[in-house]
């Protein structure tokens, strides 16, 4: 093993300079030629060429003749938006790429360093900035994730019974209007940030349940509305670190009290480890957890797991009810 070529940083940071100046999109376009290139994205173009030999070095991207590049199958990825979304250094690409020099701070603590190199923790963050924000529900929604699957519970047969869904921590509500168009005699609530549930009209008209569906602008760290049959949460508790997502189940169980379920929909594993998940810690102190683990934090929160398995789109999920209490 090279250990330095392991921990060399110069190719990672170049993949992500030439996404944010949008260098394989100008190629694309025709404009090959180094010192239009370097015209084009408004950049040094000696510094320019350094980066993207060394790119070309690595095999991304290629060099036909002395200052002439052209794509390859590597570099054509670039010219992806959520590829890029993820890679642009003035986007949230840039989020994401400079939270790793917090990962001392973080293994050193167990908590997130986030705001050692913004300033402000990962969610005031995106409270502050609309742009960030949008780019994160991008990625979580559909654009990044693919449209999600409407089947969350186990067994089918139970819809039967359910008349009401929370999605607790739903976004812009992309998971919860597919379980309504999926189920036509059932009402929708979206939980969620202000800001969040602002841009969720769209969506639920869109696909044509908005008029099912209510919405929340609250914190889900707050109490929930109560009754429903079922509060669903889909890439929520993997965000979070054990207290945070013990409160947040607490909420889930004070509301689905007495007979409502509570349904997690990932960040949690069947397997004996759960994958490390290390840019959830950096950015939020977050981590996936094993069937044994969340047992455990289920039962602290007032939760016990009924039933865990592979649904029909062959995701994990679990379904917890509400302890008694007293």
């Not at 790793?100 to 603590?109: D, E, H, I, K």
């Not at 036509?184 to 008029?211: C, H, K």
């Amino acid at each position: 093993m090279d250990l330095w070529a392991l921990s060399d940083l110069c190719t990672p940071w170049c993949v992500h300079v030439v996404a944010t100046l949008r260098v394989a999109n100008h190629i694309d376009a025709g404009t090959t030629d180094i010192g239009a290139l370097a015209a084009a994205v408004h950049a040094d173009r000696d510094s320019l060429h350094r980066v993207l030999r060394q790119l070309v070095g690595k095999g991304l991207f290629e060099e036909p003749s002395p200052g002439q590049f052209a794509l390859n199958d590597g570099a054509r990825q670039l010219l992806s938006p959520m590829m890029l979304l993820g890679l642009d250094l003035d986007a949230m690409g840039g989020r994401m790429a400079h939270a790793w020099g917090t990962l001392l701070t973080a293994v050193r603590t167990g908590r997130p360093a986030y705001h050692e190199a913004f300033g402000v923790d990962f969610w005031s963050d995106l409270e502050a900035n609309p742009r960030i924000a949008a780019d994160f529900d991008a990625m979580m929604g559909p654009a990044g994730h693919g449209v999600p699957s409407p089947e969350v519970l186990l067994d089918p047969s139970d819809w039967a019974t359910v008349k009401t869904v929370v999605d607790v921590g739903g976004g812009t509500g992309a998971l919860l209007a597919e379980v309504l168009k999926a189920h036509p005699a059932l009402r929708g609530l979206l939980i969620d940030l202000p800001r969040t549930v602002a841009r969720s009209r769209e969506m639920f008209e869109s696909a044509g349940v908005f008029d099912r569906v209510t919405t929340s602008a609250q914190s889900f760290f707050d109490p929930l509305p109560a009754g429903a049959d079922v509060y669903m949460m889909d890439k929520v508790l993997h965000d979070w670190p054990d207290r945070e997502a013990k409160l947040i189940l607490q909420r889930c169980a004070e509301a689905a009290r007495p007979n409502g379920r509570v349904v997690i929909l990932s960040g949690v594993t069947p397997e004996e480890q759960a994958s490390p998940e290390l840019l959830m810690l950096v950015l939020v102190g977050g981590k996936n957890r094993t069937l044994t683990e969340f047992r455990e934090l289920a039962r602290e929160s007032g939760l016990e797991v009924q039933a865990a398995g592979r649904g029909p789109s062959g995701r994990f999920i679990v379904e917890c009810r509400a302890t008694v209490v007293g």
